[in-house]
């Protein structure tokens, strides 16, 4: 589902955010540091999306001061006991109990998104410490094998070092969490760079570990924008790179690690993400799994449902109370009353790209179910959109990261089936209706690590692996695995005295 050159001008947004593929027409400055991120910024100020208003400031990092300080710190903090790393991580999870409101709210102020999903996000955050504490366990466990008259073989793990983490702005407290809690586990020091969208998150959160007695030195902020997480990505210092964003970004890091295999990377990144509806009564069901998933959080979920694939005979049902349910969404600012179920996209640059995008879908031959509007030309603040793009030939395959859901019409499951392919993304599907053979066959056929049924894509759990492939992932899936890329398995003979014979070929 390549963009060909034949369909003209595409939205300037694909190319900075939501990217248009490796292909050859992937702009290069898109990808490469560009002249603006070359030009140092000084400061780095953060607004509310839904007010316009200024929110944080503060100075952009110097890099190599706060690297050389985490590697000072990295080996006192990998040689304590893990039960002494556990402990600190669950006073952390005690700090966030005890900031919890005004961590919620600065999550709304900063990203726009209604109260009561803040507060779902810092329940997450402390979630997160016992899952991580359990997988670690799991699945870095001591192992000892007894290997006879060779002795006995360890397998212990090690961690990295110190490792960078990279987060995104959608879920700026959750996700760069579910990366920082395994690597500080695992013994690994942290610097973390919040998304330049969500620094007071992320200020924060670092408040709360150092409130709970983890140094200040074993994990770092680093404020700054792209340039600064070139920079990070680059240092000598960093062993390994904790990603979460686009694909974009994802692939930028990816080229610049491509000479450097000594260093870990575990890139999280986007998707264009299917939805089928097959055969069910439960109609209204279904379109409520179906609002949930595609504009939940204004859309910006890497999980959302993008695509809705619908059999030909359920369409009108299926659409028609798709539509219904999204006439009656509520937009609006965190705190207005009735509560909204939906808030702003991040920022401006964002909301003109979305519409661009929703124009572009429309002038190719998209048919709009249910316009994308803009209500204040200066504020974020879209309403959820729907159009049918059954008729667009070389449907785009990019991560429309805002309000727009895509509808396409099928007449058979093989269809449906080649159609929730037909994206090199590939993290989360869900089937909606349909037998139990026939989620047999789509679970089969999907290429997704997150394959779900009756269930919406969105809100992975993190007692899970959280797997992505093609352009979502390189393949060290999140979640309860992350317990695998903050540490590395050393296998170990061992004897307490040396023993050994040479049988053969002595003289
Ligand atoms: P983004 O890629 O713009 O930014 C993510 C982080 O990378 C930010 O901290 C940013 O400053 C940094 N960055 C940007 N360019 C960089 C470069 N060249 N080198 C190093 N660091 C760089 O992403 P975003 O807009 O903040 O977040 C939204 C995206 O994240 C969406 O694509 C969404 O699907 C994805 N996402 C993925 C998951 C997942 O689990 N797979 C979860 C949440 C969000």
Redesign the pocket.
């Known amino acids: 589902m390549a963009v060909s050159s034949s369909q003209g001008h595409l939205p300037n947004y694909w190319k900075s955010?939501v990217m248009n593929a490796v292909s050859k027409r992937a702009s290069v400055a898109a990808l490469d540091p560009g002249p603006d991120s070359t030009a140092k910024a000084e400061e780095l100020i953060s607004y509310e999306p839904a007010t316009g208003e200024e929110l944080w400031r503060d100075k952009v990092s110097d890099v190599d001061d706060i690297v050389k300080r985490a590697r000072r710190a990295w080996p006192a903090w990998a040689a304590q006991s893990l039960a002494n790393r556990m402990e600190l991580v669950r006073r952390f999870a005690n700090e966030v109990r005890k900031e919890a409101e005004k961590l919620a709210s600065t999550i709304a102020r900063e990203t726009g998104k209604p109260m009561w999903e803040a507060n779902a996000e810092v329940e997450n955050v402390i979630a997160k410490v016992e899952f991580s504490i359990r997988a670690f366990a799991e699945r870095t466990a001591q192992r000892k094998l007894d290997n006879a008259m060779s002795g006995k073989m360890a397998v212990r793990h090690k961690p990295h070092g110190v490792m960078a983490v990279?987060?995104?702005?959608?879920?700026p407290a959750h996700?760069p969490n579910a990366h920082i809690i395994p690597a500080l586990i695992a013994g690994n020091a942290v610097v973390f760079?919040?998304?330049?969208?969500a620094p007071a998150t992320g200020e924060l959160l670092m408040r709360c570990f150092n409130h709970a007695g983890v140094s200040a030195a074993v994990v770092q902020m680093v404020v700054g924008?792209?340039e600064t997480?070139?920079a990070l990505?680059a240092h000598e210092g960093v062993d390994g790179v904790l990603?979460?964003?686009?694909?974009?970004?994802g692939i930028?890091?990816n080229r610049k690690l491509a000479t450097r295999p000594d260093k870990i990377a575990a890139l999280?990144?986007?998707?264009n993400n299917p939805m089928v509806v097959w055969d069910t009564p439960k109609v209204n069901d279904a379109a409520t799994l179906i609002v949930q998933s595609a504009f939940t959080s204004a859309g910006q979920r890497?999980t959302a449902a993008r695509r809705l694939i619908v059999k030909a005979s359920m369409y009108d049902d299926v659409v028609g109370e798709v539509k219904q349910i999204a006439d009656r969404i509520i937009v609006g600012g965190p705190y207005d009353e009735p509560a909204p179920f939906m808030g702003p996209v991040i920022d401006n640059f964002a909301a003109d790209g979305l519409t661009e995008s929703f124009v572009y879908l429309l002038s190719h031959g998209g048919k709009a179910i249910k316009h994308l509007v803009r209500q204040d030309e200066d504020l974020p603040f879209l309403s959820p959109s729907i159009i049918d793009t059954t008729g667009i030939k070389d449907r785009p395959d990019v991560?429309l990261?805002g309000p727009i859901l895509q509808v396409i019409k099928v007449d058979d499951f093989d269809e449906a089936i080649a159609e929730a392919n037909n994206t090199r993304f590939g993290?989360a599907a869900s089937l909606i209706g349909g037998t139990p053979q026939e989620y047999n066959r789509f679970w089969a056929n999907i290429r997704a690590g997150i394959v779900n049924w009756n269930r919406p894509t969105i809100g992975p759990s993190h007692a899970a692996p959280?797997g992505?492939i093609g352009l979502?992932?390189n393949h060290r899936p999140?979640g309860y695995y992350s317990a695998d890329y903050c540490a590395y398995p050393v296998t170990s003979g061992e004897m307490d005295q040396p023993r050994a014979v040479i049988g053969v070929g002595l003289s």
Do not use: H, R
């Open positions: 955010t990279l987060g995104p702005s959608n879920m996700l760079k919040p998304s330049e969208k924008g792209p997480g070139q990505v990603f979460t964003g686009s694909a974009n970004t930028a890091i999280e990144m986007g998707g890497c991560e990261f993290l959280v992505d979502s992932g999140y």
